[in-house]
T-cell receptor, first 115, second 107 residues
Framework: DGGITQSPKYLFRKEGQNVTLSCEQN?????MYWYRQDPGQGLRLIYY???????QKGDIAEGYSVSREKKESFPLTVTSAQKNPTAFYLC??????????????FGQGTRLTVV | RKEVEQDPGPFNVPEGATVAFNCTYS??????FFWYRQDCRKEPKLLMSVYSSGNEDGRFTAQLNRASQYISLLIRDSKLSDSATYLC????????FGQGTTLQVKP
């Protein structure tokens, strides 16, 4: 059963702690993305990766870090430098080819709350 | 100017109505566009791709106007279950989302 899996679904973090959100896909997609969504707002791009061992900053990368050591995995670390980390985090993946990306598929998201 | 812009709404329409959303994009070289639907507190799900020739899927029709740099989504015979936020997406190396347009279909 192919798909994209995020874990955990809910996460609570104390201020000042780093936390890593997991994103795994078995769709054999080249490209993977991390978005942040705040209540009533659209999706803002944090980081994206078009290929293994390569990734680019999105619009709001400060306070976040990623790695892409395997094609199927794209974990996101929310560091203590992120001033307002409470949000809904969405991971997505898509096929990449010929300079364009096909439609993306999303995981179910992780709701991070800083307490 | 945002790369992808949508009217956030909300659009409040009665059941059975026809409603249309537009989305403008700034990069004239962009080639791939999509409409996603997002229900409250859920992940976005692909509604339909947008092709230059237009694309129809049941009650939904998507159009691309390259000259004016906008895409549109038309929903005919609105159902209560169509109530959601509709996200316009431009895909060019990365996926760029609009803010979303909220639709509320009333009985």
């Amino acid at each position: 059963d192919g798909g994209i899996t995020q874990s955990p679904k809910y996460l609570f973090r104390k201020e000042g702690q780093n936390v890593t959100l997991s994103c795994e896909q078995n769709l054999n997609h080249d490209a993977m993305y991390w978005y942040r969504q705040d209540p009533g707002q659209g999706l803002r791009l944090i980081y994206y990766s078009q290929i293994v061992n390569d990734f680019q900053k999105g619009d709001i990368a400060e306070g976040y870090s990623v790695s892409r050591e395997k094609k199927e995995s794209f974990p996101l670390t929310v560091t203590s430098a992120q001033k307002n980390p409470t949000a809904f985090y969405l991971c997505a993946s898509s096929i990449r080819g010929q300079g364009r990306n096909t439609e993306a598929f999303f995981g179910q998201g992780t709701r991070l709350t800083v307490v | 100017r945002k790369e992808v812009e949508q009217d956030p709404g909300p659009f409040n329409v009665p059941e059975g109505a026809t409603v249309a959303f537009n989305c403008t994009y700034s990069n004239s070289a962009s080639q791939s566009f999509f409409w996603y639907r997002q229900d409250c507190r859920k992940e976005p799900k692909l509604l339909m791709s947008v092709y230059s020739s237009g694309n129809e899927d049941g009650r939904f029709t998507a159009q691309l106007n390259r000259a004016s740099q906008y895409i549109s989504l038309l929903i005919r015979d609105s159902k209560l279950s169509d109530s959601a936020t509709y996200l316009c997406v431009e895909a060019r190396g990365k996926l760029i989302f609009g803010q979303g347009t909220t639709l509320q279909v009333k009985p």
